[in-house]
């Protein structure tokens, strides 16, 4: 880094930030020199020749629209190009101003992948999942190369109430899996629920860092604060990224004065950046624990890295996805976009989390599943990490990059409760169908609750209601199946009972209902109460 002299204040336009969310015109950008301009006279000549002298009528804006694609995909996995209607899509998502069913997808090999479903959109609503692949849109196939984001978007998106039937290939099934969702309107807030585990500490679920996501943040800690609140617990599991300035925002609320939160270096200065915090946050003396798993990326990676360099707070559950490259958005005379890498960012250690991605697209894809194969979600001394790669937090820990956030505290993925019957009605859908037909057949008891504790105490008792839904997997295709159903009976009475919750009185009702036995929050808990995450943090 450079000397305090040259620090960006947090409050000032963030560099970091406009590398990701603002549109520039290429315009003056592109200074084109010698070798850009002879590769340019080539590629004219080439489609020349080929309106020319072709066999056949070809249609050149299709032609370039398939084209670019492929050059920017020699670059690396995230420079990326966007048609006008596709940029427009994905910049809705962000804004939470769109209507669909409520997924986030990428193409792989020709095939559509379910990256992010939207907690409380129709998607998750009939049990979607993310890892989810989409063979078939109303009964089409909806695989090979003439698939495109433009077409997907195309036949997901559609009026609110509209139905739409997908065939779903899931990993852990062998069946093609059926689900048919109603369109509608996609919950804009980016902060799924905020509430207090216990008299001391407050909890913050954060599924993505929206253009309001700071302002959501600002909020429930507030609340949370007037509740008594004197710790937290801030879950980034599941959390792709987004605005890059509002994971910056919010790790200056735990940061004392000129403390480093991210910097970045490209191939020019104007792509070097650093962020430091200015000494106003609002929590800087809270205990805090972060969050993380496989799918956290980008701008999550970015708050717990700041946090955990800092030893500012305690990083509990297993690596992070390992996305370090900075894209700059530049706009297109035709209003399409090109999202291309202009930097790298660093922790304030000075790593780059950024994974390998030599080996093309299709090994870094797959490298969250090679993850899985490899046994690291299930044991630390599975974990991959790169030994050559170390740096030191504030305090001295030893921290290494190269691959992702390696959490402080391991939490293996908890594997009590599944079973073959479990897997069977989870991939069905089957307890999220029973939640929507319950809040149905209830409504009018359901609307007359103050809340979902109102629920819980006034709900079935856990016999009643497992029974129940035994006798609606059976009549939906799943037979009973005694001695794995008591073995799964905690898992899935909870998860009902959360489902219900959230169907009656939205997300802020799902989260504290599931949590109580979710692993990960209760190691980040446990931690809490050993104060192991004050600060300064100490081995």
Known sequence: MSNKSTRQPIWLPLAIALAVVVGVFIGSRFNINKPVAENDRKLNAILNLIAQDYVDTTNFHDLVELSIP????????????????????????????????????????????????????????????????????????????????????????????????????????????????????????????????????????????????????I??????????????????????????????????????????????????????????????GSFQDAELAVLIDEYSASASEIFAGAMQDNDRGLIVGCRSFGKGLVQKEFILPDSSAIHLTTARYYTPSGRCIQKDYKDGANSYN???????????????????????????????????????????IFVPRDTSGITNYYMDIFNAGLMERYSFNYCNNNRSALNKMEDYKQFLRMAPSDEVLIKDFVDYAAANGVAPRWYYINLSRDLIVTRLKALIARDAFGNQAFYPIVNRIDKTLQEALKALNKHKAAFPITD
């Open 219 to 280: 909020t429930a800690m507030a609340s949370l604060q007037e509740e008594g609140a004197k710790r937290y617990i801030i879950d980034l599991r599941g959390n792709g990224g987004g605005f890059m300035e509002m994971a910056v925002l919010m790790a200056n609320e735990f940061l004392p004065e000129n403390m480093p939160i991210v910097f970045t270096k490209g191939r020019y200065k104007r792509d070097d950046s650093e962020v430091w915090s200015d000494g106003n």
């Open 366 to 408: 797959e490298e969250l599943y090679d993850r899985y194969l490899h046994g690291e979600l299930y044991s630390r001394d599975s974990m991959k990490i790169d030994k050559s790669q170390i740096f030191s937090t504030l305090n001295g820990r030893t921290v290494y990059g190269g691959g992702g956030i390696v959490p402080d």
């Open 70 to 217: 492929e050059i920017l995909r020699k670059l690396d996995p995230h420079t990326s190009y966007f048609s006008a209607e596709e940029l427009k899509a994905s910049t809705d998502d962000l804004n939470g101003s769109f209507s669909g069913i409520g997924i986030q997808f990428m193409l792989d090999n020709d095939t559509i992948c379910v990256v992010e479903v939207i907690p409380g959109g129709p998607s998750e609503k009939v049990g979607i999942m993310p890892g989810d692949r989409i063979i078939s849109i109303d009964d089409s196939v909806a695989t090979g190369e003439n698939v495109t984001n433009g077409m997907v978007m195309k036949r997901l998106r559609g009026p609110k109430g509209t139905k739409v039937k997908l065939g779903i290939k899931r990993q852990s099934s062998s069946k093609l899996l059926t689900f048919t969702v109603t369109r509608g309107d996609i919950p804009v807030n980016t902060v799924d629920a905020y509430y207090m585990i216990d008299k001391n500490t407050g909890y913050v679920k954060i599924n993505q860092f929206g253009r309001h996501t700071y302002d959501e943040f």
